[in-house]
């Protein structure tokens, strides 16, 4: 069947500091659906900073992005 232009999935990007996240050891992308996540193992300092996901389907561009804290040991 002939898929539409607005029933394209949309391809999305995440990433941390504007440089891209990849599935590795310490961070792992999810998707499922329409639905990502990103998962940090073992949050620490390094990884404090802003988070941005872009997803893109070819004709609407969307941004969202957060600020991620992580606080130490008490």
């Known amino acids: 069947s002939e898929v539409k232009e ?3 999935l949309p391809v999305s990007c995440r990433y941390f500091n504007e440089t891209e996240i990849k599935s590795n050891q ?3 992308v999810d998707t499922k659906g329409s639905a ?3 998962t940090i193992n073992k949050a620490d300092m390094p990884d404090v900073g802003v988070y941005k996901l872009v997803a893109d389907n070819g004709k ?4 969202t992005q ?3 804290d992580v606080c130490g040991k008490c």
């Open 6 to 8: 607005h029933e394209r």
């Open 26 to 28: 310490k961070t792992r």
């Open 36 to 38: 990502t996540t990103l």
């Open 60 to 63: 609407e561009r969307i941004e």
């Open 66 to 68: 957060a600020h991620v």
